[in-house]
Protein backbone atom coordinates (compact mmCIF):
# COMPACT_ATOMS: atom_id res chain seq x y z
CA UNK A 1 0.00 0.00 0.00
CA UNK A 2 2.77 2.46 1.16
CA UNK A 3 4.68 1.54 -2.55
CA UNK A 4 1.57 2.21 -4.53
CA UNK A 5 0.78 5.62 -2.47
CA UNK A 6 4.05 6.55 -4.10
CA UNK A 7 3.82 5.99 -7.48
CA UNK A 8 2.24 8.22 -10.06
CA UNK A 9 -0.74 7.30 -11.78
CA UNK A 10 -1.20 6.33 -15.60
CA UNK A 11 -2.50 9.01 -17.83
CA UNK A 12 -5.15 6.01 -18.94
CA UNK A 13 -7.13 6.47 -15.54
CA UNK A 14 -6.31 10.15 -14.79
CA UNK A 15 -8.52 10.46 -18.62
CA UNK A 16 -11.19 7.72 -17.26
CA UNK A 17 -11.56 9.82 -13.86
CA UNK A 18 -11.02 13.09 -15.35
CA UNK A 19 -14.05 12.66 -18.05
CA UNK A 20 -16.33 10.91 -15.74
CA UNK A 21 -16.01 13.88 -13.20
CA UNK A 22 -16.50 16.40 -16.07
CA UNK A 23 -13.29 17.58 -15.93
CA UNK A 24 -10.62 19.69 -17.81
CA UNK A 25 -8.97 16.62 -19.73
CA UNK A 26 -5.95 17.88 -21.54
CA UNK A 27 -5.25 19.52 -18.48
CA UNK A 28 -5.43 16.01 -16.48
CA UNK A 29 -3.38 14.53 -19.59
CA UNK A 30 -0.79 17.36 -18.93
CA UNK A 31 -0.47 16.49 -15.21
CA UNK A 32 -0.32 13.03 -15.60
CA UNK A 33 2.49 13.21 -17.71
CA UNK A 34 4.60 15.60 -15.77
CA UNK A 35 3.39 13.61 -12.80
CA UNK A 36 5.23 10.15 -14.44
CA UNK A 37 8.50 12.15 -15.32
CA UNK A 38 9.05 13.57 -11.70
CA UNK A 39 7.49 10.25 -10.37
CA UNK A 40 10.62 8.70 -11.69
CA UNK A 41 12.74 10.78 -9.87
CA UNK A 42 11.23 11.45 -6.28
CA UNK A 43 8.91 7.84 -6.09
CA UNK A 44 12.15 5.94 -4.77
CA UNK A 45 13.32 8.56 -2.78
CA UNK A 46 9.20 8.72 -1.21
CA UNK A 47 9.06 4.98 -0.94
CA UNK A 48 12.56 4.55 1.15
CA UNK A 49 11.17 7.67 3.51
CA UNK A 50 8.25 6.24 4.05
CA UNK A 51 9.49 2.79 5.24
CA UNK A 52 12.09 4.11 7.07
CA UNK A 53 14.86 1.94 5.34
CA UNK A 54 18.58 3.44 4.30
CA UNK A 55 19.96 2.23 1.27
CA UNK A 56 23.44 2.25 0.19
CA UNK A 57 23.23 3.31 -3.36
CA UNK A 58 25.01 5.95 -5.38
CA UNK A 59 21.78 8.37 -5.88
CA UNK A 60 23.73 10.34 -8.13
CA UNK A 61 24.60 7.61 -9.96
CA UNK A 62 20.70 6.25 -9.91
CA UNK A 63 19.81 9.79 -11.03
CA UNK A 64 22.35 10.03 -13.49
CA UNK A 65 21.06 7.15 -15.26
CA UNK A 66 17.39 7.68 -14.89
CA UNK A 67 18.42 10.94 -16.43
CA UNK A 68 19.57 9.22 -19.84
CA UNK A 69 17.33 6.59 -19.82
CA UNK A 70 13.76 8.54 -18.95
CA UNK A 71 14.32 12.53 -19.64
CA UNK A 72 16.89 12.74 -22.38
CA UNK A 73 14.93 10.76 -24.90
CA UNK A 74 11.91 12.69 -24.33
CA UNK A 75 13.81 16.56 -24.62
CA UNK A 76 15.27 14.59 -27.79
CA UNK A 77 11.90 13.92 -28.91
CA UNK A 78 10.50 17.27 -28.38
CA UNK A 79 13.37 19.19 -29.79
CA UNK A 80 13.07 16.73 -33.15
CA UNK A 81 9.27 17.30 -33.40
CA UNK A 82 9.28 20.77 -33.16
CA UNK A 83 12.64 21.71 -35.42
CA UNK A 84 12.31 18.90 -37.84
CA UNK A 85 9.29 18.76 -40.12
CA UNK A 86 10.57 16.96 -42.53
CA UNK A 87 11.61 14.10 -40.11
CA UNK A 88 8.23 14.39 -38.53
CA UNK A 89 6.46 13.94 -42.48
CA UNK A 90 8.31 10.73 -42.78
CA UNK A 91 7.67 9.51 -39.77
CA UNK A 92 3.85 10.00 -40.12
CA UNK A 93 4.41 8.23 -43.92
CA UNK A 94 5.30 5.22 -42.45
CA UNK A 95 4.30 5.73 -39.13
CA UNK A 96 2.88 1.73 -39.18
CA UNK A 97 6.23 0.57 -39.72
CA UNK A 98 7.56 2.68 -36.72
CA UNK A 99 4.44 1.52 -34.73
CA UNK A 100 5.75 -2.23 -35.46
CA UNK A 101 9.75 -1.11 -34.50
CA UNK A 102 8.45 0.34 -31.19
CA UNK A 103 6.61 -2.86 -30.34
CA UNK A 104 9.53 -5.08 -30.94
CA UNK A 105 12.12 -2.68 -29.14
CA UNK A 106 9.38 -3.74 -25.97
CA UNK A 107 9.89 -6.41 -26.53
CA UNK A 108 13.85 -6.41 -26.86
CA UNK A 109 13.31 -4.53 -23.61
CA UNK A 110 10.83 -7.13 -21.99
CA UNK A 111 13.27 -10.18 -23.01
CA UNK A 112 16.64 -8.55 -21.90
CA UNK A 113 15.20 -7.98 -18.54
CA UNK A 114 13.90 -11.53 -18.19
CA UNK A 115 17.95 -12.73 -19.17
CA UNK A 116 19.31 -10.13 -16.29
CA UNK A 117 16.41 -11.93 -13.98
CA UNK A 118 17.36 -15.33 -14.93
CA UNK A 119 21.13 -14.57 -15.20
CA UNK A 120 23.88 -16.74 -13.12
CA UNK A 121 24.20 -13.72 -10.52
CA UNK A 122 20.56 -13.90 -9.72
CA UNK A 123 19.72 -14.20 -6.15
CA UNK A 124 16.45 -16.19 -6.79
CA UNK A 125 16.38 -19.58 -7.95
CA UNK A 126 14.41 -20.97 -10.44
CA UNK A 127 11.95 -23.12 -8.09
CA UNK A 128 11.46 -19.88 -6.27
CA UNK A 129 10.27 -17.73 -9.05
CA UNK A 130 7.75 -20.35 -10.41
CA UNK A 131 6.43 -20.66 -7.21
CA UNK A 132 5.70 -17.04 -7.13
CA UNK A 133 4.29 -17.12 -10.28
CA UNK A 134 1.64 -20.24 -9.46
CA UNK A 135 0.65 -18.65 -6.11
CA UNK A 136 -0.16 -15.39 -7.87
CA UNK A 137 -2.32 -17.55 -10.74
CA UNK A 138 -3.69 -19.21 -7.91
CA UNK A 139 -4.70 -16.10 -6.17
CA UNK A 140 -6.06 -14.22 -9.43
CA UNK A 141 -8.27 -17.32 -10.12
CA UNK A 142 -9.75 -17.63 -5.92
CA UNK A 143 -10.90 -13.78 -6.61
CA UNK A 144 -12.65 -13.95 -9.98
CA UNK A 145 -14.15 -16.72 -9.15
CA UNK A 146 -14.99 -15.62 -5.53
CA UNK A 147 -16.23 -12.50 -7.79
CA UNK A 148 -18.36 -14.47 -10.01
CA UNK A 149 -20.17 -16.60 -7.32
CA UNK A 150 -20.30 -13.11 -5.13
CA UNK A 151 -22.15 -11.67 -9.00
CA UNK A 152 -24.37 -14.52 -9.00
CA UNK A 153 -25.37 -14.47 -5.59
CA UNK A 154 -26.27 -10.86 -5.65
CA UNK A 155 -27.61 -10.41 -9.03
CA UNK A 156 -29.05 -14.06 -9.40
CA UNK A 157 -32.94 -12.43 -10.56
CA UNK A 158 -30.82 -10.34 -13.65
CA UNK A 159 -30.60 -11.09 -16.57
CA UNK A 160 -26.92 -11.20 -17.42
CA UNK A 161 -27.25 -11.98 -21.20
CA UNK A 162 -27.97 -9.61 -24.23
CA UNK A 163 -31.47 -11.25 -25.80
CA UNK A 164 -30.55 -12.02 -29.50
CA UNK A 165 -32.88 -9.37 -30.87
CA UNK A 166 -31.48 -5.86 -29.18
CA UNK A 167 -27.74 -6.92 -30.23
CA UNK A 168 -25.60 -3.98 -32.11
CA UNK A 169 -23.79 -5.50 -34.85
Not at 57 to 72: A, G, I
Amino acid sequence: MVITSCLPMSINMVHVLTDASGGDDPLAVINAAAGNMIGVFFSPVLILGYVDMTGDTQVTDVFYKSTLKVLLPVVVGQIVQKTMPKFIALFNKYKEYVKKAQEYALVFIVYTVFCKTFSKDAVSLFGEIFLMIAFVFLFLISVMTAAWFTMRLLFRDCCLEIPVNQRRL
